[in-house]
């Protein structure tokens, strides 16, 4: 087993994909605000460390850094790589011993860790992908490195960078790059509106990031259908608006530069959910670029089809560790005829959590309901999001739609039962225009929060979901522990689906503090797989929560996962160090 681990941390120290002497620059040099899409941001903070608690036990194997020390620095790396004999530039291990014990009790045994190519392949990779895409199709400028594998709105980033950015405009180049790639065993990471949150599209084994930026077309409109065929880079708000005349929308609503192919691959919701339900409700069918690149389609456009395994619930939520999507069939849903907004505040966040239970319980199809604690809603009233200055109290905003006389009656039962929990008076939006500008000040909650950081630091954003009942018990009891971290921090969420948030601002820097919100975090995280709840409801699992995945699901369920990506991607080129580790978390 020592000889094991030795192999082991030679494995995870390896960086000869990634390019240290540019990371150092990078994590020094505060750089201009980037002009992509959705993307900006103050790098100010780039010069903290980015390296995340939960690689404590599972260390990241880029976390080096710049005069950085620590186990797994340069210098450690190289002796342990000459010990188990390997080539400075080889990146893996190669012929480990068998151990008949371990295998027994692991699904995945050290055979299978990866071999990635050296630093010659990866250039040999590049140099193949520009001849045959041409020179704009790559890109290894320190910028889009650091955009692709960095995000100030992430809990979880590592030291490490992409090495390289790839832009296809079609599947078919897709596929020559997943071929390329697997040729010289480059790791490949999709990248679609970089909205994700707990390190989805993170680069802790260098390789190439996939940005699907140039694939953002509507390729076809069925209105009779009530179906669209989209490339991965169309975002589901200029979605939206395009198709606004037929009458149709998509209703699943994550963060608002989130784009379809990153919305399928974390299975993402929103707002909306507690209506029409989560991604996975309204893919029809994917085309997806395997490792290898062969290309594949999971169905044809029925609506509904059993014909042989959902592939399509296999790649949805996968956070691209199965393939890369290419092209997405959505359902789409007909806009109501009216819309109604109302806000309503209670004295505690328990009788609001509560009040939104029953409001669930009762039947009444509300089209959301969102909770936001006092700190949320001053938040709202600081930003000056809206117009109106709202009370700073813990508040249930409510979306109803339907018809006139539908929506009325859902709001008198709705009123009741808030009456019940000690609720306030009702607050309606008195126009289309004041629905959308709270709704969107609901939806860019976080980014408000950060604006209004007195000084530089990090955010810890991150989800839980649990059953309906057990709502108000987790939420009374974060918010509680919330409170006494003392820190800007606050509750808010999807709670119509049971799916809550806690957002904290904390210096990372600080290890007093960090450790403080680790532990409030890991309290809330625990509970809820207590209440038999998951440990994301809409997040995914990134780097930030395979610890809490382990414990939600078990060694076995997990070994299953790990079996799956075996069998699409045995090279473990897709993705890796996402949502389950190339090495079985049971041998550490
Ligand atoms: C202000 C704000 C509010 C948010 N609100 C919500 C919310 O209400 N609900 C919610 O669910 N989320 C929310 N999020 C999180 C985020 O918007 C979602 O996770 C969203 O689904 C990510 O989409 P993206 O295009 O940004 O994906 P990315 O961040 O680019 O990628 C997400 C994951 O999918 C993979 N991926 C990307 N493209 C592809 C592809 N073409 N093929 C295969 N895999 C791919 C990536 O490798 C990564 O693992 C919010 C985020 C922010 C910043």
Redesign the pocket.
């Known amino acids: 087993m020592a000889s094991n681990r030795a192999m082991l941390n030679a494995f995870m120290a390896r960086d000869f994909l990634s390019v240290p002497s540019k990371l150092g620059v990078l994590t020094r040099r505060p750089l201009r605000t980037s002009n992509l899409p959705?993307r900006s941001r103050s790098y100010a903070s780039t010069s903290k460390s980015k390296t995340n608690s939960n690689y404590r036990q599972n260390p990241n194997p880029g976390s080096y850094g710049p005069g950085k020390a620590g186990p797994w620095s340069m210098p450690r790396a190289l002796a342990l790589s000459a010990f188990t004999g390997f080539g400075t530039y080889f990146w893996g291990i190669k012929g480990t011993e068998r151990n008949p014990a371990l295998e027994a009790s692991t699904v995945h045994n050290l055979r299978d860790i990866p071999v990635y190519g050296s630093a010659k392949d990866m250039q040999n990779a590049i140099h193949e992908i520009r001849d045959l895409l041409g020179d704009d199709a790559i890109s290894t400028d320190d910028e889009d490195l650091l955009l692709h594998g960095y995000?100030e709105?992430s809990t979880t980033n590592v030291e490490r960078l992409p090495v390289a950015v790839v832009y296809p405009k079609n599947t078919q180049e897709v596929s020559v790059i997943a071929k390329t790639c697997h040729k010289y065993r480059v790791p490949m990471?999709?990248?679609?509106?970089?909205?994700?949150?707990?390190g989805?599209?993170s680069a802790p084994y260098g390789g190439m990031s996939?940005d699907?930026s140039n694939?953002d077309q509507i390729v076809a409109m069925h209105e009779d259908d009530m179906d669209v065929v989209v490339q991965?880079?169309v975002?589901w708000m200029s979605l939206n608006e395009s198709i606004q005349n037929t009458g149709l929308f998509f209703p699943?609503?994550?963060?608002?530069?989130?784009?379809?192919?990153?919305?399928?691959?974390?299975?993402?919701?929103?707002?909306n959910?507690v209506r029409y339900g989560?991604?996975k409700d309204w893919v029809i069918n994917l085309t997806?670029v395997l490792a290898d690149g062969t290309i594949i389609k999971t169905r044809k456009r029925p609506r509904k089809s059993s014909a042989g395994y959902n592939l399509n619930s296999l790649?949805i939520g996968?956070?691209?560790?199965?393939?890369?999507?290419?092209e997405i069939t959505l359902k789409l849903a007909v806009i109501p005829p009216e819309t109604s907004v109302a806000v309503v505040t209670f004295p505690s966040i328990r009788e609001a959590a509560a009040a939104a239970s029953k409001v669930i319980r009762s039947g009444v199809q509300v089209a959301a309901v969102e909770i936001m604690d006092e700190v949320q809603m001053m938040v709202i009233n600081k930003s000056k999001s809206t117009k109106k200055v709202w009370k700073e109290e813990p508040t249930l905003f409510f979306k109803f739609s339907g018809t006139q006389s539908g929506i009325q009656a859902d709001i008198d039962t709705v009123r009741a039962i808030a009456k019940d929990f000690n609720g306030g008076e009702f607050e309606f939006a008195r126009t289309i225009e004041e629905q959308k500008t709270l709704w969107s000040a609901r939806?860019?909650?976080?980014?408000s929060m950060l604006a209004l950081r007195e000084k530089s630091g990090d955010v810890w954003?991150t989800?839980v979901a649990v059953p309906l009942s057990r709502l108000a018990d987790i939420i009374e009891l974060s918010k509680k522990e919330l409170d006494d971290l003392g820190m800007f921090a606050s509750v808010l969420g999807?709670i119509g689906d049971g799916n809550f948030?806690e957002s904290i601002m904390y210096d990372k820097s600080n290890p007093k503090e960090r450790a403080a919100v680790e532990q409030c975090v890991h309290t809330m995280v625990d509970r809820a797989l207590e209440m038999e709840g998951t440990c994301t409801?809409?997040?995914?699992v990134?780097l930030g929560k395979k610890e809490y995945l382990l414990k939600e699901l078990g060694v076995d369920t997990i070994g299953v996962m790990r079996k799956v990506k075996l069998a699409l991607d045995p090279l473990w080129l897709?993705?890796p160090g996402?949502i389950v580790d190339v090495i079985s978390p049971e041998i550490h």
């Open positions: 959705g995000s709105w990471i999709p990248f679609s509106g970089g909205s994700s949150l707990e989805n599209f996939v699907f694939m991965p880079a975002s699943v609503d994550p963060g608002p530069t989130a784009k379809i192919g990153g919305m399928v691959g974390t299975n993402c919701s929103g707002t959910a989560t991604m997806v790649f996968s956070e691209g560790t199965l393939g890369l999507v290419t939806k860019e909650a976080l980014w954003s989800d999807h948030h409801g809409e997040h995914g990134g897709l993705n996402k």
